[in-house]
């Protein structure tokens, strides 16, 4: 699929004579009529639309896959790593969802849904060509995708240590090797 890749500060827009034009965003923006180039990554891509507003929108919304290695920079070695990984880290860091090689579609190394990636296509291109189709996830990895999307959305930032009275937070400094100077409360501390 292709996937733009824009640049606020590089607008290479078509001027009025046909030629190309470099400018930032706040200078395209005085035109009336802005056509551009962008430049398009070729991609694989997942649908993230959701069945019932892919049936009356007019662009769909895909999410970016790229290898594993590159959405999960810790290097995995061992069979028990990946074990880790796929099960403790991934509901840990719920940006990312897991495709194992798979022949039979094309996908040759592991592979990761990215869900910090999104682009859209317009739907009537996805019709027209479906041949770019290469597969779909089974009926259990579906209904699991479906559920990663939901927590992706539904996390919040916070940090875990707010609750934490004078003496928990140094424990948990100990344990994550870090100075208690180095974390920053943003809630007043319980000295008790």
Not at 15 to 44: F, P
Not at 174 to 183: A, F, G, H, L, Q
Request: proline share 5%; with cysteine; hydrophobic share 40%.
């Amino acid at each position: 699929m292709p996937c733009p890749n824009i640049s606020l500060d590089d607008v290479q827009a078509v001027s009025e004579d046909g030629y190309l034009e470099a400018m930032n965003w706040a200078k395209a923006q005085d035109k009336r009529d802005i056509s551009a180039t962008v430049i398009l990554e070729k991609t694989w891509g997942i649908v993230a639309t959701q069945d019932c507003d892919a049936t009356w929108r007019s662009s769909i919304s895909l999410f970016r896959i790229r290898p594993f290695k590159e959405v999960y920079r810790n290097p995995i070695s061992k069979d028990l790593g990946w074990v880790h990984a796929l099960t403790e880290r991934a509901c840990k860091n719920a940006s990312w969802f897991y495709l194992p090689k798979d022949a039979d579609i094309g996908i040759d190394e592991e592979m990761a849904i990215n869900f910090h990636e999104i682009f859209q296509v317009e739907k009537v291109d996805l019709e027209k060509y479906i041949n770019l189709r290469k597969g779909r996830l089974a009926s259990f990895a579906y209904e699991h995708y479906r559920e990663a999307i939901a927590q992706y959305f539904r996390r919040y930032p916070y940090n875990e240590w707010y609750p934490f009275n004078k003496a928990q937070l140094e424990a948990y400094a100990k344990e994550k090797r870090i100075r208690v100077e180095d974390i920053t409360p943003i809630y007043p501390m319980n000295e008790k």
